[in-house]
Every structure is written in C-alpha cells, then in structure tokens.
DNA sequence: GCTCACATGTAATCCGTTACATGATTCT
DNA sequence: AGAATCATGTAACGGATTACATGTGAGC
C-alpha cells in the first residue's frame, strides 16, 4: 500500500506511545506544521484507513464521559516509518511563499512600495519566530526527560531559518532606503 | 472578481511583453518555480477566465504554420498586478519539506541512518542551488539589459538559501558523525 | 523516419482546507 | 449562563498535478 507523506505525519506522532485524532492535531500544529500541516479533514479518515491497513491499532478510551479514540503503532506501523525514513527515496520539497512572488515583480511598483514589501515580509518572518521560540522549552524538556533529539534540533532548524530571512530582510530594507533618499524628495 | 495566487504569477508574467501560455509555463520553470509552481492545467484554463475578467486580452500570433496565442496585460490587468503586490494583505506562505520531517522522526532509526538521512537532504539542496546558479546568467542579463532588478535579488536570495540549508547539513553530518565513532565500534 | 521542441488544451484524480454538525466537560 | 476546550467526524469545495489527446516544424 501507498502512503502518503502526511501519513507518515501520524505514524511518526505514535511513535512514542497512543494518541487520538485530535492530540495528533493539536502536536502537529506545535511542532511538523512549520514544514508539513495536517487538518482534521485528513488526520481522522487517514487513522481509519491506517487501521485497516493494520499499521494502526485503535483503542476505545473515553475519559470524563467523552467518547475517545486512542490509536497506537502495530509492528507493521513502525516498520514503514523506519523504512520510509530510512530509504534513500527522493525527497518531495515544495515551497509557496507569496511574499517572495511579490517580490520577483516588484520592478513594477514605486521604490517605497518596495521597501514596504520587504517589511511586511520580515515582520511575517519574525512572527513565525516568535512562534517557534514560543514552543521551545517543550521541545527541550522533550529532549532532556525522554531523550527526543531530533524535534528540537528541527526546531532550532526552524528559528536559524527564520533569522536568515530576516537579516537579509533587514539588509534589504536599508539598501533600499538608501536608494530612497538618494532620488526621492 | 477574487483572483488565485496562480493568476497573479500569470498576470506578472506578462508584465513586460506579451506571452503565450507554452512561453509562461518555461519562465516559470526558469524561475518563480522555486517558490511558486504552475503546470499546464492551471495554465491555459486560468488565461482564458483572466480574458473573460478582461485582465489579459489575447490575439492569434501563428509562427510556421504553428497556432498560437499570446496574451498581453490590459490597463486594468496591470492595476490588479500593482494592487495586489502593494496590499498590505497578510502574506500566505507554506513549506512541505518531507527531509525535514523525516528528520523529526529521526530519533527511531540507528545514528548511521540519521547522517545518511542529512547527507540526502544536503544533496537535494545541492542540485536545487546548482540550478539556480545555471539560471543566474539570464537573470543578471535580464537586469543589466532590460533594467529588471527583482528577479535577480529573488535568485540571489534562493542560492543564498540554498547554502544556509547545505551548510546546516555539513555542520550537522560532521557532529553526528563524531558521535558515531565515539559509541560504534 | 524519428525524435525533440513548440504549442494548446481537457479530464481524471489527488490532496488538502474549510465549513458544518454534534456533543460533552471545564472554566469564568 | 456562556465560552472555551476536548473530541469525532463528514461534505463541499478548491487548487494543483498527471496523463492524455492532438498537431506542426526542425534537426538528425
């Protein structure tokens, strides 16, 4: 059978232990949504398929009288995470980032609404820093009480990332606006 | 009329001269791909509704016997162009990075598969800067020919990109490789 | 004669988001 | 009492890719 990547999402977040659609949900917006999202529309018919597939195993656990569903890996299940991380298969990359669209026909506008573009462009930058600091110190408590390496160093990824657009933002802006006052006024 | 990021990319495509959608399709290939992509099916189908909004107008230009049909920007084309790249609008942005994530699930396979996983993404980084080195000629030619200034800084911002990842990559290999030695053996 | 590049399009399909529907519990 | 959170799901819709169908001209 044929697995989609943001099946590999769910398996990967069974990996340490039973979790139901919704956590799934809730860990994917704190950690892969950065570079992989999941909405409910797929997380929830996707454990069902997953389940007859029997790389799942669900398992009826209401709590407070909420009906809850908690799903944990098979054996099989962990062996296509392992495989699929493992094997060299090429990796899918994609990216679509308006704010760099913008910017490619930019020769088109006023100098000052260049300038203008590339802030908005670092002030989106620095508000998905702010959100990737924000999740921080889970994902190093994670690390330290149950030895998960590899979410933070995604993370740190993620925040060098973001200081990377905004610097050259940054250096943008004020090449810019030099050229602004050298014509301008 | 509400258009589609997709429609903006067509509409900036002509910005300088008409085009049919066979010649919008290979610029595209040749640069905003890597960070906006279109295919064919969206292509040709969203050229004739732009001319329907009156946003393009198109006129039959057949070469050796070959139809063809480009399309140029109308006066209110060009204004929505102008309009959407000085909006203020909030920014979409989206990455799929399947290396990355598989990345975050690292932590379940051996430290020879997690640097084997790295040097794969560093590979993939390699040949996407590789190819955008092999199109900057054309895009320096554009600017210091027809004054186009933003498709070069767009280019120039994917390469640096592209060794921010690679260099990430190195880095890491070379830490997870020294903890290889230490505990294998 | 064959293949490649030029050129235009459509249909099937996939992937994913959004909105909606439902219902319980906890917090204010 | 009302809002927020927990919890599960489906249906409609939109955006995009892939495959297919068709045809010309140029170069080998």
Redesign the pocket.
């Known amino acids: 059978m ?1 697995l ?3 099946s590999y999402v769910i398996l990967g977040m069974l990996r340490t232990r039973a979790h ?4 799934i949900k ?1 860990i994917v917006d704190h950690s892969t949504r950065f570079f992989w ?6 997380i ?2 996707e ?2 398929r997953l389940e007859e597939a029997g790389l799942v195993e669900g398992e009826s656990v209401p ?8 799903y944990s890996l098979t054996a099989s299940g962990r062996e296509a995470l392992e495989e699929w991380i493992t094997s060299g298969e090429p990796l899918h990359s994609e990216m ?1 980032h308006e704010g760099l669209l913008r910017f490619f026909f930019a020769d088109v506008v006023d100098p000052d609404e260049q300038v203008e573009l590339v802030r908005t462009m670092r002030e989106m930058h620095e508000r998905a820093r702010d959100e990737m600091q924000s999740i921080r110190p889970k994902a190093r408590e994670a690390r330290n009480e149950r030895g998960q390496e590899f979410p933070l160093r995604t993370l740190e990824f993620g925040i060098a990332y973001q200081d990377f657009v905004i610097e050259w933002c940054s250096q943008l802006e004020r090449e810019l606006a030099g050229e602004l006052t050298k014509t301008g006024s």
Chains 1, 2 share one sequence.
């Open positions: 044929e989609s990547k943001t139901t659609g919704y956590e809730s999202a999941a909405s409910y529309g797929q929830y018919p454990l069902k709590q407070d009288g909420r009906r809850r569903r908690a679509r």
